[in-house]
Antibody
């Protein structure tokens, strides 16, 4: 049974850096893409970014280059840093797994078939 | 970015009724569309991928379909555990985007 366990600081002040990590228990780590998704209180879902097994990343332009993702294959874990947080970054943050699909031009993440439990991050002075 | 528009925002229904949820993409996403169910305090759960394929363990009362850029999630006979919020998500274009959700309530 595949499980994604996430952790990180829950209360930050404006301008600080959000740091979250997610460890994968069970299943393959190197055969999937790994993403972070967030949900502001009472709102919908926003994709933050993804990292593939080679360490290549894609980010949502809405975050204006504040996000950085990394992975540690030996520990089957991946991480998110979000710099210069503000109140608008208050949300529940989820890590998630994506199978991938491919065509003649490359490999691409697909849907999210496994999710972490979610971590509430609050930004307040 | 690809905007996903879901309708209705809220759907009121009774157990046993059929529920039809819609999702429209602002540009082509091919069949690279997924549906999720989310209950309060929980992570979303994958229901449908590739527009019409059920995820592992998902009951047959859930089905998905596509007509160009219009996608539909149908719940053939609502059960009490189906009252939740449903999101569509495209994975054809970057950034990956979700619809704003449809709440299915009694």
């Amino acid at each position: 049974q595949v499980q994604l366990q996430q952790w990180g600081a829950g209360l930050l002040k404006p301008s600080e850096t959000l740091s979250l990590s997610c460890t994968v228990h069970g299943g393959s780590f190197s055969e999937f893409f790994w993403s972070w998704i967030r949900q502001a209180p009472g709102q919908g879902l926003e994709w933050i970014g993804e990292i593939n097994p080679d360490g290549s990343t894609n980010y949502n332009p809405s975050l204006k280059s504040r996000a950085t993702m990394s992975l540690d294959t030996s520990k089957k874990s991946f991480s998110l840093n979000l710099h210069s947080v503000a109140a608008a970054d208050t949300a529940v943050y989820f890590c998630a797994r994506s199978p991938y699909w491919s065509d003649s031009r490359g490999y691409y993440s697909a849907y999210f078939d496994r999710w972490g439990q979610g971590s509430l991050v609050t930004v307040s002075s | 970015e690809t905007v996903m528009t879901q309708s209705p925002v809220t759907l009121s229904a009774s157990p046993g009724e059929r529920a039809t949820l819609s999702c429209r993409a602002s540009q082509s996403v091919s069949s690279n569309l997924a549906w999720y169910q989310q209950k309060p305090g929980q992570a979303p759960r994958l229901l449908i991928y590739s527009a019409s394929s059920r995820a592992t363990g998902i009951p047959a009362r859930f089905s998905g379909s596509r007509s160009e850029t219009e996608f539909t999630l149908t719940i053939s006979s609502l059960q009490s555990e189906d009252f939740a919020v449903y999101y569509c998500q495209q994975y054809n274009n970057w950034p990956r985007t979700f619809g704003q959700g449809t709440k299915v309530e009694i």
